[in-house]
């Protein structure tokens, strides 16, 4: 029995999981509606440069994961915290660059032909697939994280870092099929 005023205490985990599901479902509803619905001016120049930030914090993600992998693999918990809390900084900085890019640009789409065609929406689909399953993970780990539930976090951890870490090199990969690849 855990005693008065433990962190766990402070936000039950019934509520924490109402909290983690609709903030996931709000989020992932906008981001459709951004994505396919929003029209924009598209002559506007605003926001070209937002897909390379993007890029960046995604790759900034995937080396702050790999850091707090490799952190808490060597038994350093506080320097694991600080790295993964790191990680989640620039996942929500590429979020909010994403939101603001697809508000300014609106959809790009893609121009290459072929057998890449399928390979390229395999990657995107998959990434926005798992995306919409890791958003929700990574709020949870980081949930029982914070009320010192790490029997819990570290089974779940397993499989959110794993899925976080393909959303971000997708991501990666999909910038560089839509923006830098000449496809022509």
């Known amino acids: 029995m855990s005693k008065p005023g433990k962190p766990e205490e402070a936000f039950a985990p019934p509520l ?45 993600a995937v080396v702050l994961l790999l850091a707090g992998r490799r952190a808490i693999r060597r038994g350093q918990r506080a320097q694991h915290q600080k790295w993964m809390l790191s990680a989640l900084l620039a996942s929500a900085l590429f979020l909010v660059s994403y939101v603001a890019y697809h508000a300014l640009q609106g959809d790009t789409l893609f121009s290459g032909t072929g057998l890449i065609r399928p390979i390229y929406f395999f990657i995107l689909i998959s990434h926005i697939a798992l995306s919409a399953v890791v958003f929700p993970a990574i709020l949870w780990t980081l949930y029982l994280a914070l009320t010192d539930r790490i029997d819990r976090h570290r089974r779940l951890a397993r499989w959110t870092w794993a899925g976080w870490m393909y959303v971000s090199v997708t991501g990666i990969v999909v910038f560089l099929m839509l923006h830098v690849i000449d496809w022509g």
């Open 16 to 60: 924490a999981a109402i909290v983690t599901t609709v903030v996931s479902v709000l989020a992932l509803g906008f981001l459709v509606w951004l994505v396919y619905f929003h029209e924009v001016d598209t002559s506007s120049s605003a926001g070209e440069g937002l897909p390379a930030l993007n890029a960046f914090f995604n790759a900034s």
